[in-house]
């Protein structure tokens, strides 16, 4: 039997070049059950495989695909994928994220997203600026961190709206979300203790210096 992808010969179930899947039989009720619930459970492994590795260690993901490697993490594509699955999650609970509302049409938890992405890829990379890494290199770290953390406050902020808590303690959280963040776009690069604590004080600063000056000139965020 040949592979049906590369033309490679298939000596078991699974193909020595491209490691595609083969099982002759027919199609029938057990192996279409079979291949649904593999699929879903492979996705929830791979799932939490990469939310662990991207919250123990942040630069693997990053610098994994920096370096050009493909396919075996998540892409910055799939987490940015996943994080809006979350936000579209969170936006049947409620309307606002972590206590903070933005005036839209489209959903504001989206919006909030994109927005959060885009200036802290703008920061990271003015900050960062002497390790070299272009515009498109941080808009990936971003992808990553902001898809990751959003990802892991959707529940919280669900949780905190269940619960009729006041909007000052859901605001509160707004802080932390961005400030780990951060934390973990500095752990993306080789710099001292002291090093990164300055940049990811510098870094808070300028993005809610941004988000005032918004507030300032619009009235409203």
């Not at 492994?45 to 991207?54: A, L, M, T, V, Y």
């Not at 919250?55 to 987490?79: A, I």
């Not at 070299?132 to 959707?154: A, D, G, M, P, Q």
């Not at 000052?168 to 400030?179: A, K, R, T």
């Given at each position: 039997?040949?592979?049906?992808?590369?033309?490679?010969?298939?000596?078991?179930?699974?193909?020595?070049?491209?490691?595609?899947?083969?099982?002759?039989?027919?199609?029938?009720?057990?192996?279409?059950?079979?291949?649904?619930?593999?699929?879903?459970?492979?996705?929830?492994?791979?799932?939490?495989?990469?939310?662990?590795?991207?919250?123990?260690?942040?630069?693997?993901?990053?610098?994994?695909?920096?370096?050009?490697?493909?396919?075996?993490?998540?892409?910055?594509?799939?987490?940015?994928?996943?994080?809006?699955?979350?936000?579209?999650?969170?936006?049947?609970?409620?309307?606002?994220?972590?206590?903070?509302?933005?005036?839209?049409?489209?959903?504001?938890?989206?919006?909030?997203?994109?927005?959060?992405?885009?200036?802290?890829?703008?920061?990271?990379?003015?900050?960062?600026?002497?390790?070299?890494?272009?515009?498109?290199?941080?808009?990936?770290?971003?992808?990553?961190?902001?898809?990751?953390?959003?990802?892991?406050?959707?529940?919280?902020?669900?949780?905190?709206?269940?619960l009729n808590t006041s909007n000052f303690i859901e605001q509160f959280f707004f802080i932390p979300y961005h400030l780990l963040i951060i934390i973990w776009n500095s752990r993306a690069f080789d710099m001292s203790k002291l090093k990164r604590i300055t940049y990811v004080i510098l870094n808070l600063i300028l993005f809610y210096g941004i988000i005032l000056l918004l507030i300032y000139k619009?009235?409203?965020?």
């Amino acid at each position: 039997m040949k592979c049906s992808v590369c033309s490679s010969e298939i000596n078991d179930k699974y193909c020595s070049k491209c490691g595609q899947y083969y099982n002759g039989g027919r199609i029938n009720f057990i192996t279409f059950l079979g291949d649904l619930f593999g699929s879903i459970f492979s996705l929830e492994k791979s799932f939490f495989r990469n939310i662990r590795i991207g919250l123990s260690q942040p630069k693997t993901l990053v610098l994994n695909y920096w370096n050009g490697f493909r396919k075996f993490y998540y892409s910055p594509g799939k987490f940015f994928t996943m994080a809006s699955l979350f936000i579209l999650l969170h936006y049947i609970f409620a309307k606002d994220f972590l206590g903070v509302s933005i005036t839209s049409k489209a959903s504001t938890q989206f919006i909030l997203l994109s927005f959060n992405i885009f200036i802290l890829t703008f920061l990271s990379f003015i900050t960062f600026f002497k390790y070299k890494r272009n515009l498109y290199e941080h808009l990936v770290l971003n992808i990553y961190n902001v898809s990751l953390w959003t990802i892991v406050f959707v529940p919280i902020s669900i949780t905190l709206n269940l619960l009729n808590t006041s909007n000052f303690i859901e605001q509160f959280f707004f802080i932390p979300y961005h400030l780990l963040i951060i934390i973990w776009n500095s752990r993306a690069f080789d710099m001292s203790k002291l090093k990164r604590i300055t940049y990811v004080i510098l870094n808070l600063i300028l993005f809610y210096g941004i988000i005032l000056l918004l507030i300032y000139k619009f009235g409203e965020f």
